[in-house]
């Protein structure tokens, strides 16, 4: 970001850009010169997808946009005033020069339909402004032709910008166009949405303007007329047709309420529909003016053709009543039918129905999800049983505990918002007129909120008895957590003692070699002269060594005694070179452990080790447990580079489970050039695991004991695998 610097002396709050505006003369599209170079910079950074292919639209961020207005300040390109202000990026507050011209432009530019706009979150849960030339602002920048239009709304995504300081980022051109209608700043707002979603096939031609309400208690209301299905226009439209029109409406609605609300009410949705949100069931409402044939209620509920047509609206049909001569009022399980002249009349009092139906939906959900959750602690509750017997069950436990602990909290909150909602929603009056009040006595209103606030507090005894049934959880994990604790420490103590028992032994080994090497190397230096200068087989008898010995060595006082003295100290000189050279031979152990904590078939393990010379074997049996420690000189150093590797298993017999490897290798007397490293001893191990064939792949998959959640997720990632492949 550039840094804040003064203003221009010339330019003055007085004499800033209205003034030159107004002296300016304007181009041919209608724009003023900096609104044409602003829209000429917008276009060089942003790009809309070509129809029909897997391009990414290219939008500017409103930041980076800023940023670029005031350095064509400074180039002199642009003849706008600026000023520094404060600005949030990234969670950091910085200054930013901004200038109040440029921007008003970008939003004139949005208003004549040449720039789009697009509302989206960042990482740090802030909203970003994207900006995007329009179809329209090509065209005028390529041929000079302006328009008089204006535009309130713009283009929303639920998508998370990662980078919210880069000056660019692509988007997929299925987004949602918003029209703001009325809104209040804490109860409602009502806004029209048109969908720019792809279509099946080609020949498909989808035109949704859905109205959407949004109230503070919770309620969605998504609304539309249908003018045409096919090539039924206005009348007589096909329940058939219509049906799949429904279901095409309840995923469009989804998407486009996904791009309005936040991040965190997502969050909720899918916790309570297991990642399945955009699925999620919804009240269909169908008011008609006529439908036919015009029957009775009773007529209609055949348990035939007429019923089996309606079903496909409004599900499996519960009742019918004639609330007037000339009105028809049908129940489904998942919607409604009103028919008849007068049916928009009562749609008020409908609408106020359905808040209540949707809530009872909503609560059937939830009661589901409560009960999954209870499932998913019984199976952590069967996990932690036995986890003494799988080393990887803590982790599982943990990452299970906590995930549920969320879950909890977050089913917490949803209910106090539903309790909220129920208090909120208002019972609406009894009308006056006949067909009014037999509507009303139908819907029950008052009768199902009371239903409903009994089923809320069902509800809050059973998340608080899951949160219960949580905290025993975590005390039982801690029990697993301490017992692997107090195992670990118990076999650190044997370890620790049994160390400390032959670092005693070696140091006094070590000290007594190097005493009996020294005494040795003089014992031996001695004998070297007694060789010399013995009785009987010395050299000293010689006649040419006779003299040599009388006039220099029997004749010179110490002489032999330093000589003596040198000899040892030569002879204990190659000794201790020698050790040191085994010593260093010694020292270059590479060892390597492999933390495996896998499902084997230990009938294969045990043949594959019977193979081997042991060197040392340790078992260890407790009530669940049989620990088998198993130490072998891999003989065939050719396969090793020259030097033969020793190495541990530790397995458990009893539970099929391999613990560890353990491999000590001495490079230093491998050969230069075939030595291992490392990694390739790693590799080396893996590679005659798998080739023994000992996994038990079956045994360790533990998908079945998955979350409810974690499952649902591995069905989107074997989805989309799917479509990835068929691309």
């Known amino acids: 970001?550039?840094?804040?610097?003064?203003?221009?002396?010339?330019?003055?709050?007085?004499?800033?850009?209205?003034?030159?505006?107004?002296?300016?003369?304007?181009?041919?599209?209608?724009?003023?010169?900096?609104?044409?170079?602003?829209?000429?910079?917008?276009?060089?950074?942003?790009?809309?997808?070509?129809?029909?292919?897997?391009?990414?639209?290219?939008?500017?961020?409103?930041?980076?946009?800023?940023?670029?207005?005031?350095?064509?300040?400074?180039?002199?390109?642009?003849?706008?005033?600026?000023?520094?202000?404060?600005?949030?990026?990234q969670n950091r507050r910085i200054w930013m020069n901004v200038s109040q011209e440029g921007k008003s432009d970008i939003e004139f530019l949005r208003e004549e339909e040449l720039v789009n706009g697009l509302q989206m979150s960042s990482k740090s849960f802030q909203p970003i402004t994207c900006y995007q030339i329009s179809d329209k602002g090509k065209e005028l920048l390529n041929n000079n032709v302006g328009s008089t239009e204006r535009c309130q709304g713009g283009f929303i995504s639920p998508a998370m910008d990662a980078d919210a300081t880069a000056t660019q980022v692509e988007m997929s051109p299925e987004l949602t166009s918003v029209d703001i209608l009325d809104y209040t700043l804490t109860n409602h707002i009502n806004f029209e949405a048109e969908i720019n979603f792809a279509n099946d096939g080609d020949n498909v031609v989808q035109v949704e303007t859905f109205g959407v309400s949004l109230n503070a208690e919770g309620t969605c209301f998504?609304?539309?007329?249908?003018?045409?299905?096919?090539?039924?226009?206005?009348?007589?439209?096909?329940?058939?047709?219509?049906?799949?029109?429904?279901?095409?409406?309840?995923?469009?609605?989804s998407a486009i309420v996904d791009a309005i609300i936040s991040q965190y009410q997502r969050d909720l949705l899918n916790l309570v529909f297991l990642g399945d949100a955009e699925n999620r069931n919804k009240v269909n409402l169908l008011i008609a003016n006529e439908i036919t044939p015009h029957l009775t209620a009773e007529e209609y509920m055949d348990k035939g053709e007429y019923e089996n047509e309606l079903k496909q609206v409004i599900g499996d049909t519960k009742a019918a009543y004639d609330i007037s001569e000339h009105d028809t009022l049908i129940f489904g399980a998942y919607g409604l039918l009103v028919a008849g002249p007068n049916s928009r009349h009562h749609e008020p009092l409908l609408c106020a129905y359905l808040q209540f139906i949707t809530i009872d939906i909503f609560l059937q959900n939830f009661f589901a999800r409560?009960?999954?959750?209870?499932?998913?602690?019984?199976?952590?509750?069967?996990?932690?049983?036995?986890?003494?017997?799988?080393?990887?069950?803590?982790?599982?436990?943990?990452?299970?505990?906590?995930?549920?602990?969320?879950?909890?909290?977050?089913?917490?909150?949803?209910?106090?918002?539903?309790?909220?909602?129920?208090?909120?929603?208002?019972?609406?009056?009894?009308?006056?007129?006949?067909?009014?009040?037999?509507?009303?006595?139908?819907?029950?209103?008052?009768?199902?909120?009371?239903?409903?606030?009994?089923?809320?507090?069902?509800?809050?005894?059973?998340?608080?008895?899951?949160?219960?049934?949580?905290?025993?959880?975590?005390?039982m994990s801690s029990v697993v957590s301490e017992s692997k604790m107090f195992q670990l420490n118990e076999s650190v103590d044997m370890n620790t003692k049994r160390m400390c028992s032959l670092q005693e032994?070696?140091?006094?080994?070590?000290?007594?070699?190097?005493?009996?090497?020294?005494?040795?190397?003089?014992?031996?230096?001695?004998?070297?002269?007694?060789?010399?200068?013995?009785?009987?087989?010395?050299?000293?008898?010689?006649?040419?060594?006779?003299?040599?010995?009388?006039?220099?060595?029997?004749?010179?006082?110490?002489?032999?005694?330093?000589?003596?003295?040198?000899?040892?100290?030569?002879?204990?000189?190659a000794f201790y070179q020698m050790y040191?050279?085994?010593?260093?031979?010694?020292e270059g152990v590479t060892t390597i452990r492999l933390k495996i904590n896998r499902k084997i078939f230990v009938d294969r393990l045990v043949t594959f080790l019977r193979s081997k010379l042991h060197s040392y074997e340790e078992r260890q049996y407790d009530d669940v447990n049989d620990i088998v420690r198993i130490t072998y000189t891999d003989n065939m150093k050719r396969d090793w580079g020259g030097s033969k590797p020793v190495i541990t298993f530790e397995y458990d017999e009893r539970n099929a489970y391999l613990f560890t490897v353990t491999v000590q290798y001495n490079r230093r007397k491998a050969r230069k050039a075939l030595v291992f490293n490392a990694e390739e001893l790693r590799e080396?191990?893996?590679?005659?695991?798998?080739?023994?064939?000992?996994?038990?792949?079956?045994g360790e998959d533990?998908?079945?004991?998955?979350?409810?959640?974690?499952?649902?997720?591995?069905?989107?990632?074997?989805?989309?695998?799917?479509?990835?492949?068929?691309?």
């Open 370 to 475: 409560i009960w999954i959750l209870n499932d998913d602690m019984q199976t952590t509750n069967n996990i932690i049983l036995e986890g003494d017997k799988d080393p990887r069950a803590l982790n599982r436990i943990r990452y299970r505990i906590c995930k549920l602990a969320k879950d909890i909290i977050m089913l917490e909150e949803i209910l106090g918002y539903m309790l909220e909602a129920l208090e909120i929603i208002e019972i609406p009056p009894e009308p006056p007129e006949q067909a009014g009040r037999s509507l009303y006595e139908r819907l029950e209103i008052a009768g199902m909120r009371n239903q409903l606030v009994r089923r809320a507090m069902d509800l809050k005894k059973n998340v608080a008895g899951s949160h219960r049934f949580l905290d025993v959880l975590r005390e």
């Open 580 to 586: 040191r050279s085994g010593n260093y031979i010694n």
């Open 684 to 698: 080396k191990i893996i590679e005659e695991l798998n080739g023994m064939d000992v996994w038990d792949l079956k």
């Open 1 to 89: 970001m550039s840094k804040p610097q003064p203003k221009k002396e010339e330019e003055n709050l007085d004499s800033g850009s209205d003034t030159e505006t107004e002296s300016e003369e304007e181009e041919d599209t209608g724009l003023t010169e900096n609104q044409n170079r602003m829209l000429y910079m917008i276009s060089l950074y942003t790009r809309r997808a070509t129809p029909g292919t897997d391009e990414k639209d290219e939008w500017v961020r409103k930041p980076a946009l800023i940023v670029l207005i005031y350095e064509g300040i400074v180039a002199g390109v642009l003849d706008y005033d600026y000023a520094p202000a404060s600005a949030l990026v």
């Open 505 to 573: 032994s070696n140091e006094k080994a070590a000290s007594s070699l190097q005493n009996l090497q020294i005494i040795f190397g003089g014992i031996l230096a001695f004998n070297i002269l007694d060789r010399l200068t013995g009785n009987n087989w010395s050299v000293a008898n010689s006649s040419w060594f006779s003299s040599f010995y009388e006039s220099v060595i029997v004749n010179t006082p110490l002489l032999w005694f330093l000589i003596s003295m040198l000899v040892w100290l030569l002879i204990s000189l």
């Open 702 to 727: 533990k998908s079945a004991e998955d979350l409810a959640a974690d499952k649902r997720a591995s069905i989107e990632r074997l989805l989309e695998q799917e479509e990835d492949e068929d691309k």
């Open 222 to 253: 998504y609304g539309l007329q249908v003018e045409a299905v096919l090539d039924r226009i206005k009348d007589n439209i096909s329940l058939d047709h219509l049906s799949r029109l429904l279901v095409d409406v309840q995923q469009d609605s």
